[in-house]
């Protein structure tokens, strides 16, 4: 596939913590999540059509708030939306997720993350959220003239 | 005084922002017109609209205009039409000149 044009906007998440919840029996201990400052972006590439390429990575965390080991499988909820209105979008094992999908330009991309172990889930993390910026306009014509 | 017969342009390839324009982004042009004496007219209000299909138009007859300039003074201006139209370019601006009489023939003295 030819790559006519590339142009990435940078959405870098604060390094910032994840609250999650422990393993059964104690749900009230938390654990914590750090998201990596970077690979974590949103890229745009302009391929075939304007397609967005979507991709962030994190941290996992090792223990739970009141230092005890994490000891079950953990999955990672990804959430999107806007802030109050977050929507979970996939479950994931992985430490990072790519994806691609037509550029929405003007709009605003907001992603968060819930720890899950077995089963019990964290409350959503602190949301990365970038601006895609409106598309430009064509230019005017140029040499305009009556002859 | 030479007859203005149609109108030309160069079709834009890129966007504001500097990207490339896609297919589908240019779908005609709008060329305005105002007549520079009448009362009100300023730049960039074009009482007279001529619409031209096609991407890759590059001109466009007077005479397809869908209305007769009367003589007088005019300024025009051309944007591209798609999804998202462009600024208009700047003015130029001509001369419909009064039909002149061809002058008598036959004329003699006997």
């Known amino acids: 596939m030819r790559v006519s044009m590339m142009k990435h906007l940078w959405l870098v998440f604060l390094a910032g913590v994840v609250s999650a919840a422990s393993a059964p029996p104690d749900v009230s201990k938390l654990v914590t999540a750090v998201l990596v400052a970077s690979p974590n972006q949103v890229g745009i590439q302009n391929l075939s059509m304007p397609t967005m390429e979507i991709s962030f990575s994190w941290i996992p965390p090792t223990a739970r708030t009141d230092g005890t080991p994490i000891t079950g499988t953990l999955t990672y909820v990804i959430y999107r939306g806007i802030p109050g209105s977050m929507n979970a979008i996939d479950a994931v094992q992985s430490l990072n997720v790519t994806w691609y999908e037509p550029i929405v330009w003007g709009s605003v991309q907001c992603f968060g993350i819930v720890v899950s172990e077995v089963g019990v889930q964290s409350v959503l993390g602190p949301l990365a959220c970038v601006t895609i910026p409106s598309k430009g306009v064509p230019n005017a014509p140029a040499g305009f003239k009556v002859t | 005084m030479?007859?203005?017969?149609?109108?030309?342009?160069?079709?834009?390839?890129?966007?504001?922002?500097?990207?490339?324009?896609?297919?589908g982004e240019i779908t005609g042009y709008s060329i305005g017109i105002r007549n520079t004496a009448a009362a009100g007219s300023v730049i960039g209000t074009y009482p007279i609209v001529a619409n031209v299909s096609g991407a890759a138009a590059g001109s466009e007859l007077l005479t397809a205009l869908g209305t007769v300039l009367a003589p007088g003074s005019y300024a025009a201006a051309i944007q591209t039409v798609g999804p998202e139209v462009s600024p208009f370019s700047p003015e130029i601006t001509f001369t419909i000149a009064a039909p002149v009489p061809n002058p008598p023939s036959n004329f003699s003295v006997a």
């Open chain 2, 2 to 23: 030479t007859t203005l017969t149609q109108f030309t342009w160069t079709d834009p390839t890129t966007n504001t922002d500097g990207s490339p324009i896609t297919a």
